[in-house]
């Protein structure tokens, strides 16, 4: 449970930080915007190093599917436009993947 906290605040902090960017750039919004998406870049990078992985290919593999459900929170909250199906059915089709990576029996 505690490595899917981390895995979420770090896909929420990776989000955050890459939408400062796409603000500053497609959004017109001032240069300034890119001091708290660094800060949440570096944030993001921290979190993830948190989660109870042997190996970071393994988290980061299995961190995909979290940032992908993620993703999909940030297109309705943030962006208001709601996830349609195929959204839907990709991300659940994603956290099985990413259970199975994190989740699958491992010899010692």
């Known amino acids: 449970m505690r490595s899917f906290a981390f895995y979420v605040g770090a896909a929420f902090a990776e989000i955050a930080g890459c939408f400062a960017f796409w603000a500053w750039l497609r959004l017109g919004k ?3 915007w890119l001091l708290p998406g660094l ?3 570096v944030l993001f990078a ?3 190093t948190r989660v109870d992985a042997l190996f970071a ?3 980061y ?3 995909g599917g979290i940032y992908i459900v993620a ?3 940030w297109l ?3 962006e208001g436009v709601q996830p349609d199906r195929w959204d839907l059915i990709g991300a659940l089709v994603c956290l099985i ?3 199975i990576i994190f989740l699958g029996p491992r010899p010692a």
Do not use: I, N
């Open 71 to 73: 993703s999909l929170l």
């Open 46 to 48: 921290l979190l993830l």
């Open 76 to 78: 309705w909250t943030v």
């Open 97 to 99: 993947g990413a259970g």
């Open 30 to 32: 001032s240069v300034f």
């Open 61 to 63: 593999a299995a961190y």
């Open 57 to 59: 290919g393994r988290a």
């Open 39 to 41: 800060v949440l870049l």
